[in-house]
């Protein structure tokens, strides 16, 4: 007799003892699994010492939260969300409620053995369990999958690609599905490179016509054109290439916010603070503060996490043309009209002052890099390190974490680069000079498929 039945009829005569003559059972024709989960999880997980060097950490992973699927159409159980990378599933206690027999376990050589919930499971590679109605008619199998994550959630892993031909890099950033790289050539004359978000190879260069070479580190997006200012006038392109005079007289020497939320288009110079709707009407709303930074910015904006309708606009630059000394950090919001400077007198932890520092907003801080420079006094090499403000621009402090660091490629020299982040979470480093290129890193987690 299979081992199938010996089981069935183990239980139902286990059901019938005790019964009177007067009641009789009707076995259920139902068969299938109701509820899954598994209990906490000991484990052995790499991770770093303070010098970098690798170790190991054993930690107990709660199962609380994590919610596994029951597909009743496809006979599949599994967890959406994947158990944190190197979690030893080798040895899983499952707590399972079934309608029928108690399920027989199918091991991974099509074999059956009898199944208890207190046996530890390998859960390596997905599981077969078989479920049988009472009555011995009809059975319904399933498999069961632990998905645990493949790679460290937490790692920033770096590609290379090959530098830039006949670019000198100045701004860098994505409109739709194309990243633009506005530069210099062996010349001097303004170029643009284009390519597609998803190609950091082929990129196509072309000169620039009707723009002043000295607007490019100001280029941003509005609207869906391309702007830039220089001389008191305004820019506008639909293509990166071609360049006309948008508006004129507006004294412009900088842009210093922009925003296709809120609808606005601000820049700074000679007449003070003005704001446009357009790109081609400005109206000024006051005057310009002082040590305002209008050099070298990076120019920021995004909806505040606890009020999407409001918009933080950050600025980030240098205060002179020839870019030294600190760097200015300052912010406003939409729904306010005064710019607030972050000073740093008395901040134990200021933004760096890095030669050609860029600030990218990722992973929902603001990410600081730049060539060699200061930190609080303290003299930094070139791309040694992030800088990452998690309060919006008031204290910023170096990424010593292992997981996510710069390429180590990017530490020799200062030459110059841009940077900008894509609507897929990508970091773009582009990098002139001998050791010069194209690198596109990702944060694991960011990549997940939701």
């Known amino acids: 007799m299979s081992i199938y039945f010996v089981l069935l009829l183990s239980a139902f005569s286990l059901l019938s003892c005790g019964s009177s003559e007067?009641?009789?059972?009707?076995?259920?024709?139902?068969?299938?699994?109701?509820?899954?989960?598994?209990?906490?999880?000991?484990?052995e997980y790499p991770a770093f010492t303070s010098d970098?060097?690798?170790?190991?950490?054993?930690?107990?992973?709660?199962?609380?939260?994590?919610?596994?699927?029951?597909n009743q159409a496809t006979g599949e159980i599994y967890n959406n969300d994947s158990l944190p990378y190197a979690t030893d599933v080798t040895k899983v206690v499952i707590r399972m409620s079934a309608q029928g027999v108690p399920a027989i376990y199918v091991d991974s050589t099509d074999t059956y053995s009898n199944f208890t919930l207190?046996?530890?499971?390998?859960?390596?590679?997905?599981?077969?369990?078989?479920?049988?109605?009472?009555?011995?008619?009809?059975?319904?199998?399933?498999?069961?999958?632990?998905?645990?994550?493949?790679?460290?959630?937490?790692?920033?892993?770096?590609?290379?690609?090959?530098?830039?031909?006949?670019?000198?890099?100045?701004?860098?950033?994505e409109r739709g599905d194309e990243m633009f790289l506005f530069g210099t050539d062996a010349n001097g004359a303004a170029v643009v490179a284009v390519t597609g978000s998803d190609d950091?190879?082929?990129?196509?260069?072309?000169?620039?016509?009707?723009?002043?070479?000295?607007?490019?580190?100001?280029?941003?997006?509005?609207?869906?054109?391309?702007?830039?200012?220089?001389?008191?006038?305004?820019?506008?392109?639909?293509?990166?290439?071609?360049?006309?005079?948008?508006?004129?007289?507006?004294g412009a020497v900088a842009i210093i916010g922009v925003?296709?939320?809120?609808?606005?288009?601000?820049?700074?110079?000679?007449?003070?603070?003005?704001?446009?709707?357009?790109?081609?009407?400005?109206?000024?709303?006051?005057?310009?503060?002082?040590?305002?930074?209008?050099?070298?910015?990076?120019?920021?904006?995004?909806?505040?996490?606890?009020?999407?309708?409001?918009?933080?606009?950050m600025l980030v630059g240098y205060t002179t043309e020839a870019k030294d000394g600190n760097?200015?950090?300052?912010?406003k919001l939409s729904s306010e009209d005064k710019w607030v400077c972050y000073d740093n007198a008395d901040n134990s932890y200021p933004c760096p002052a890095l030669e050609g520092?860029?600030?990218?907003?990722?992973?929902?801080?603001?990410?600081?890099?730049?060539?060699?420079?200061?930190?609080?006094?303290?003299?930094?090499?070139?791309?040694?390190?992030?800088?990452?403000?998690?309060?919006?621009?008031?204290?910023?402090?170096?990424?010593?974490s292992f997981y996510q660091r710069l390429p180590e490629e990017l530490a020799v020299g200062s030459a110059p680069f841009a940077v900008a982040v894509d609507s897929k979470n990508y970091m773009w480093i582009i990098k002139a000079g001998e050791n010069g290129g194209v690198w596109k890193g990702i944060i694991n987690r960011l990549g997940f498929n939701k």
């Open 22 to 43: 007067e009641e009789e059972y009707t076995p259920s024709p139902y068969a299938f699994i109701t509820s899954f989960r598994i209990d906490d999880i000991r484990s």
């Open 357 to 400: 520092v860029a600030v990218v907003r990722y992973d929902g801080y603001l990410y600081a890099l730049g060539g060699a420079g200061h930190v609080g006094g303290t003299e930094v090499g070139a791309f040694g390190s992030f800088y990452v403000s998690k309060d919006n621009g008031i204290v910023w402090k170096e990424k010593q």
């Open 200 to 250: 950091a190879e082929s990129w196509s260069c072309t000169a620039i016509t009707g723009l002043p070479v000295e607007a490019l580190e100001t280029v941003a997006v509005f609207g869906g054109n391309l702007y830039a200012v220089y001389a008191g006038d305004v820019y506008s392109s639909a293509d990166g290439v071609t360049w006309s005079v948008a508006a004129t007289g507006t």
């Open 118 to 173: 207190n046996d530890s499971i390998d859960f390596s590679t997905p599981r077969k369990f078989r479920v049988y109605a009472g009555n011995g008619e009809y059975h319904k199998d399933y498999t069961i999958s632990i998905n645990v994550h493949q790679v460290e959630p937490e790692m920033m892993v770096w590609t290379k690609y090959g530098a830039v031909e006949d670019v000198c890099p100045v701004r860098a950033l």
């Open 52 to 70: 970098g060097k690798d170790t190991v950490v054993v930690k107990t992973v709660s199962m609380e939260t994590i919610a596994f699927t029951i």
């Open 327 to 331: 760097v200015g950090v300052w912010s």
């Open 259 to 313: 925003s296709d939320e809120a609808g606005e288009l601000w820049i700074a110079g000679e007449q003070g603070l003005l704001c446009s709707n357009d790109g081609v009407s400005f109206n000024v709303t006051g005057s310009l503060p002082a040590d305002f930074p209008l050099y070298g910015v990076s120019v920021l904006s995004y909806p505040l996490n606890h009020n999407k309708g409001i918009i933080r606009y």
